[in-house]
């Protein structure tokens, strides 16, 4: 299966199963997303916020809903995530590249029945890698990049896989607590709720990881402080022997 490349939202989005016309499409997807909420572009509606030049309120309504999506996740993670950073800044980026790969997969979602979206860190699928082999995906350990630790193997429902931790960008994400955990990679159904808890549970502690995993919804392999791997019983299995 072919693999086509595309660089946005400063990161490498790697696609399979996709012809070049998709390709296009779902560059088109993430750099729509990137020109509304990237903080590194002046011109972004999310920097004219940051700046002063703009309300919230009179942002477009896609913004807003954006923006309640962020506060629905803080509520649901009990303030773990956030999308304020710690000088008041509205940050969206810990859910705006989850919802391009979401959409960037509706797009996929209507031209093959087998195709793997990778960007950053997260990845989305649907169907198989093969007629018999479902989608892979390595989950590498924190102190030592090149050692595998462990293989996600993604099977419907369980669509996507998100990992977030300090080990390649250094301390980025905004944490709550005295630092527990510096790695996360999480399991679910879909990739939002994976990229958002992957941040959460990097942000919080031990507590905040029973209680985000508490009713099985999704699997989480983390790494703590002292290189000790913490799994749920979902992702055990993921743990190479």
């Not at 779902?26 to 920097?47: E, I, M, W």
């Not at 773990?80 to 800044?89: E, I, K, L, W």
């Not at 913490?230 to 993921?238: D, F, S």
Request: a negative charge.
């Amino acid at each position: 299966m072919s693999v086509q490349t595309l660089e946005t939202m400063g990161t490498v989005v790697s696609l399979r199963g996709a012809t070049p016309e998709a390709a296009a499409e779902v560059r088109a997807v993430f750099a729509s997303y990137d020109h509304r909420y990237s903080l590194y572009d002046p011109a972004s509606v999310l920097s004219r916020v940051a700046d002063g030049s703009l309300r919230l309120s009179d942002t477009p309504a896609s913004v807003r809903d954006v923006y309640a999506l962020a506060l629905d996740w803080r509520e649901r993670t009990g303030g773990a995530f956030t999308p304020h950073r710690p000088d008041g800044v509205v940050d969206l980026s810990g859910v705006v590249k989850a919802l391009a790969i979401r959409d960037a997969g509706a797009v996929l979602d209507g031209i093959a029945d087998d195709w793997m979206i990778s960007a950053g860190g997260d990845v989305l699928v649907r169907g198989h890698y093969r007629e018999d082999e479902s989608w892979s995906v390595g989950v590498v350990e924190p102190a030592r990049r090149d050692t595998v630790v462990g293989v996600v193997h993604l099977d419907a429902p369980r669509r996507a896989v998100a990992t977030s931790g300090t080990a390649e960008r250094g301390e980025h994400i905004w944490r709550r607590a005295t630092p527990t955990f510096v790695q996360a990679t999480v399991i679910a159904d879909d990739i939002v709720t994976a990229d958002v808890l992957a941040t959460a549970v990097v942000a919080g502690d031990a507590d905040d990881l029973r209680g985000l995993t508490g009713n099985g919804s999704v699997d989480v392999l983390a790494f703590d402080t002292d290189g000790i791997a913490w799994a749920t019983p979902g992702a055990e299995a993921v743990v190479c022997p």
